[in-house]
C-alpha cells in the first residue's frame, strides 16, 4: 500500500466514524449548534426529573428552615404534621 493508498484509507476511516459519532448523538437526542456547543433535545423523562428536583429542593429548604428555626417542640411537631399531608 502506497502512501496515497495510506491517506485515502485514513480519511475513509475518520469519516466513517465521524458519520457513526453524529448518528449515535442524533439516536440519543444530542445535537450541536453552529458553535460546536452540544444541546439536548427535550425529553419527557428529563423533564420530570427537573420538576422533581424542584421540588425537593423546596423541600430541604423547608427541613434546613426547620431544622434551624428557634421555635418550640409544638409548633414544630405541627409543621412536621403538615409536611406530612402533602
Same mark, same amino acid.
Given at each position: ?31 450541536? =449548534? @453552529?458553535? &460546536? ?8 423523562? !428529563?423533564? #420530570?426529573? *427537573? ?17 434551624? =428555626? @428557634?421555635? &418550640? ?8 404534621? !403538615?409536611? #406530612?399531608? *402533602?
Amino acid at each position: 500500500m502506497g502512501p496515497f493508498e495510506m491517506v485515502v484509507a485514513i480519511i475513509a476511516v475518520v469519516t466513517i466514524g465521524k458519520i457513526v459519532n453524529t448518528r449515535m448523538k442524533a439516536k440519543h437526542g444530542v445535537f450541536e =449548534d @453552529e458553535k &460546536g456547543n452540544q444541546i439536548v433535545a427535550h425529553d419527557p423523562d !428529563s423533564e #420530570r426529573m *427537573r420538576d422533581e428536583i424542584k421540588v425537593l429542593k423546596k423541600r430541604i429548604a423547608v427541613l434546613e428552615r426547620i431544622a434551624t =428555626d @428557634e421555635r &418550640g417542640s409544638r409548633a414544630l411537631e405541627q409543621e412536621i404534621e !403538615s409536611l #406530612r399531608d *402533602r
